[in-house]
């Protein structure tokens, strides 16, 4: 992920490498504490959005829910090194793709789909954390994993593409399943990158990458459940 400074196994000076362990343990703390401080922030505005939006949203509503994120995105990588204002960024990523999960739930309430979409929830968030605690136990660097997620990531991103005009449910699934375990393999690398090789003042976005995957990977166990359950259009 091209938001941190090294993203190709090389350990950076100044990096968590170089601290020692009472350093490294805060360091570390920081990053999950911004990552569960952004998710909560992400519920609230999911609440929020389920319990005042009517359906149907209208198309204004839906391209900005739909490209917002993405310019905020784009702005957090340039201003990364700016303090307050990587963090803020970081912060309205969250409300915003709390606002379109919040909208989605509806959805799939309303279509009777609501257990699913609880089910993808919860299967997400035990799936991050088994990943992620499994790096932390283990000590393991899954930096290698950098140069093939590079072009997976882009893979992945051309078959989302051509889905917009493949009515196979096969290739839906399929792409579901890949998406999940690309996403898998980054929280992977990026748990390991906070771990090894991540500089000291890129707490914010160490934890940005993090969120990051869960939402990726989230978003492609509910197509995977939606799928497999007969349920997609």
């Given amino acids: 992920m091209a938001m941190l400074k090294s993203f190709r196994g090389e350990q950076v000076e100044n ?17 999950y504490n911004l990552l569960f401080g ?19 949203i209208s198309s204004g509503l839906f391209y900005t829910l739909l490209f917002a994120p993405l ?8 201003t990364r090194n700016i303090k307050g204002v990587n963090l803020l960024l ?3 990523y969250g409300i915003l793709e709390g606002l379109f999960l919040g909208i989605l739930a509806k959805v799939y309430a309303e279509a009777g789909l609501g257990t699913i979409f609880a089910q993808a929830a919860i299967l997400s968030l035990l799936v991050f954390g088994g990943l992620t605690a499994f790096v932390h136990v283990t000590k ?15 893979v992945l991103l051309g078959a989302v593409i ?23 393999m980054y929280i992977l690398f990026d748990t390991s990158q906070i771990l090894h090789r991540v500089h000291e003042d890129e707490a914010v976005s160490a934890a940005w990458m993090l969120f990051i995957d869960l ?5 492609y166990i509910l197509n995977l459940l939606t799928i497999l359950s007969g349920n997609r259009d």
């Fill in 38 to 56: 952004v998710v909560a922030l992400m519920v609230a505005a999911g609440f929020v959005a389920f319990k005042k939006v009517e359906l149907p």
């Fill in 162 to 184: 051509v889905g917009f005009f493949v009515k196979s449910t096969m290739f839906h699934l399929l792409v579901s399943a890949g998406g999940t375990a690309i996403f898998a």
């Fill in 15 to 31: 990096g968590v490498a170089y601290m020692d362990a009472a350093a490294r343990g805060v360091f570390i703390a920081k990053v």
């Fill in 215 to 219: 939402i990726g990977l989230f978003i």
């Fill in 71 to 78: 310019g905020v995105l784009v702005l957090g990588a340039f």
């Fill in 90 to 92: 970081f912060a309205v």
């Fill in 140 to 154: 393991k660097d899954f930096s290698f994993l950098g140069g093939v997620l590079s072009v997976l990531i882009f």
